[in-house]
């Protein structure tokens, strides 16, 4: 049989420890078979991290600028436990958050729903996707610990020299600070993201902040939500046949626990990176959510929403057997196919990126699957794969279809 063609590179983006196991394995058995795979490979372990000063993550941002999708693989953010362990020059940043601020992208999330895998919430039947803000709020603060009484002002000085001033508290005695930021720019473009996003999925759009209580900073996000709806695209929504909704973030909790899904849920970033984790563990397991994150220019990276599985890679390095699960990384190669295919016009390269989807829901569906799925299943007589196991299955299935 002759392989599928590719006319545009992918980015690929390696990763760490248990996932950097299991994307060899994917590569090998479930694509290189099947495809004449073209990318353009960048190595984001942390020891490559650590070799190159940290520029090969930037250098593959630039390069997902220039071909427009990418696919990554999970990566380690150290800590000082990290430092140690791989004697690094310094503590690197987190490779997804210097690509997001590069591809000033926005971060959407999915579960990967299957039969048998039953979400807890029992009126979710359909998947609630979190589209995440990438820029800003606690993730780019700044910190102070108050070691005793005084006074902590919030200062902004403007180029002309004036200045604006707000008293944050005055301390009677130890304390902490916290100084957030976000800018206009980039609340447009995460807005510009989910409004798009929601036409091309046609799904309903959900968007909730405090505003009543932050009456200046989360009040902004309200507002430039709503400007840009009612300016751009009101009409195109209305055409469609789907709905933006806003309202407060406690009120969206609360209706989100009592709705059937289907929609797309908009956060800032603290709020999203709490809620995606909190939606997938519900819908199942973290290992079956899809991330991708798309900039307001069409710049697609696919990614795993889960870590680097370092438990797993431990067993694994002591040449104990493993079950992890592959599914979300797969579906990451999966859909960066199947978008690269479709903006180069290959239909086959599309049509493979289905089939392989839906071979591997197949697999698990008749009962094949791996460890951290077999106990929440509710599927009976399942056979319970290792990692090696699991993708061979998939292909197994796949060349039937």
Not at 15 to 39: A, F, Q, V
Not at 347 to 365: G, P
């Amino acid at each position: 049989m002759s392989k599928i063609q590719m006319t545009t590179p992918l980015v690929e983006m390696d990763g760490d420890e248990m996932t950097r196991i299991l994307w060899k394995m994917i590569k090998d058995e479930l694509l290189l078979p099947y495809i004449d795979l073209k990318t353009e490979y960048y190595d984001l372990g942390l020891e490559h991290r650590n070799a190159t000063d940290d520029k090969v993550t930037m250098e593959s941002a630039l390069a997902t600028k220039k071909y427009g999708v990418a696919v990554k693989c999970a990566t380690i953010t150290p800590n000082a436990a990290r430092m140690t362990e791989y004697n690094l020059k310094e503590m690197w940043k987190s490779p997804n958050g210097t690509i997001r601020a590069a591809l000033d992208g926005t971060v959407f999330r999915t579960p990967i729903v299957v039969k048998g895998i039953e979400p807890c919430v029992r009126n979710w039947k359909k998947p609630i996707t979190l589209a995440r803000h990438a820029y800003g709020d606690v993730y780019k603060n700044a910190e102070i610990k108050v070691p005793g009484a005084g006074k902590a002002e919030l200062v902004f000085t403007a180029e002309d020299g004036s200045k604006q001033v707000e008293l944050i508290h005055n301390f009677e005695g130890p304390g902490v600070i916290q100084g957030m930021h976000n800018t206009d720019k980039s609340i447009t473009s995460f807005a510009k993201a989910c409004f798009n996003y929601a036409l091309s999925t046609k799904q309903d759009l959900w968007f909730a902040t405090k505003d009543t209580i932050s009456k200046k900073y989360d009040h902004t996000f309200k507002d430039i939500f709503q400007d840009i709806y009612d300016k751009e695209y009101k009409e195109k929504f209305e055409q469609a046949g789907i709905t933006y909704f806003y309202t407060l973030i406690d009120d969206a909790v609360a209706r989100v626990m009592k709705a059937e899904g289907g929609f797309i849920w908009a956060c800032k970033n603290y709020d999203g990176d709490v809620m995606s984790d909190m939606v997938s563990s519900a819908f199942g397991s973290l290992a079956m959510m899809t991330s991708v994150l798309v900039s307001p220019s069409g710049v697609y990276e696919y990614e795993a929403a889960h870590g680097t599985v370092q438990r797993h890679y431990y067993k694994h390095l002591k040449g104990e057997e493993t079950s992890t699960n592959s599914v979300a990384t797969i579906f990451a190669w999966t859909g960066a196919l199947r978008k690269r295919g479709e903006l180069d016009g290959n239909q086959e390269l599309t049509e493979f990126a289905d089939k392989l989807e839906k071979a591997t829901i197949q697999t698990i569906e008749s009962g094949r699957m791996t460890k951290d799925l077999a106990l929440i299943t509710s599927l009976t007589d399942v056979q319970v794969c290792n990692s090696m196991e699991f993708i061979q299955e998939i292909r197994k299935t796949f060349e039937t279809l």
